[in-house]
């Protein structure tokens, strides 16, 4: 791997760091917007189906954009094996700036997306806030 081929890998890496940690930044705001609207549709006394529902989405857009998220980290972790692999073999098939067609050569089709969404949706840094606002707004 070249001098220029390593500093291509570092740009990207930088790029891809901001933007990862630019997503978590969004997830809280998202995660935000769910406790104030929560909160205000409880004040406002709105059935709680209609609270149930935009938790729902707002949970579903927050596994959404974590799952961008772990896209990133993906080819974070990508990156940073190849630079290590640099060390110790010249021979590395990793190229910079293939974010997207990896992300493309890997897509799993529009099942696979949906269960991805779902899996990340499941995670607990995602679940809260939202299963315990929906508690909340049932038994108020």
């Not at 104030?36 to 707002?58: D, E, F, G, N």
Request: aromatic share 12%.
């Amino acid at each position: 791997m070249t001098i220029e081929h390593n500093a291509n890998f570092v740009k990207e890496w930088q790029e891809l760091h901001n933007c990862h940690e630019s997503y978590e930044r969004f997830a809280l705001i998202i995660k935000l917007l769910a406790i104030t609207l929560t909160v205000l549709l409880i004040v406002l006394v709105q059935p709680y189906l209609v609270t149930l529902l935009v938790l729902a989405i707002l949970w579903l857009q927050e596994a959404i954009w974590k799952t961008y998220q772990a896209r990133a980290g993906d080819r974070i972790a990508l990156i940073e094996q190849a630079l290590t692999d640099n060390k110790h073999n010249e021979k590395n098939s990793t190229s910079a700036f293939q974010f997207y067609s990896q992300w493309s050569n890997n897509r799993a089709g529009a099942f696979g997306l949906i269960m991805e969404y779902l899996k990340n949706a499941m995670k607990p840094t995602v679940v809260y806030p939202y299963v315990p606002l929906m508690i909340i707004a049932l038994i108020t």
